[in-house]
C-alpha cells in the first residue's frame, strides 16, 4: 500500500477492497467423495427418497422422521413403536440432516421445521442409480 508524503493512503490503494469476492463467491464446490458419501448411507437415501416423493420437495421434520421410520427397518422390529421413531428423530436431527445440508444436496430450518430437497441433477442422478441398487437388497 502507498503513502503520501504526510504518511496517508492514498485512495487508489483502497478502491481494491470492494473487488474482492463476498464469502458466499468464495465457497467450494462440492467434492464428488461428498455427495456419495451423503447418498451412501440408508438413513439419508430414505429421506431423500422422501423429500423426491414429495410433490414440492419439502417435508415437515416430523413427516420426514414417519417416512424414514417406515423405510428404515431396526433388527428388532418389535419395537416399531415410539422408542423407533425416536431413535431416528436424533439420528436425523445430529447427524444425516446436517450431513445432506453440509453438502448442499437439503436446506433444513429448524425454526420452522421444513426440510426441503435443494439438490442438482447430478444428485437425482445419483439417487436414481442407488434406489435401483436398494431395490435388489
Known sequence: MSMDENGERGVSDLQGIDDLPSPAEQERP??????????????RRAILNSLNSASDGILEYETLVEHVADKVRDDDSDQETEE????????????????????????????????QFVGGELEQDLLTLVESYDAYE
Not at 103 to 108: L, M, N, S
Open 84 to 115: 423407533h421413531r425416536q431413535r431416528i428423530r436424533i439420528a436425523l436431527h445430529h447427524t444425516h440432516l446436517p450431513k445432506l445440508e453440509e453438502v448442499r444436496i437439503i436446506d433444513y430450518e429448524g425454526g420452522t421445521g421444513h426440510v
Open 30 to 43: 462440492i467434492s464428488p467423495d461428498g455427495i456419495l458419501s451423503a447418498v451412501g448411507n440408508e438413513y
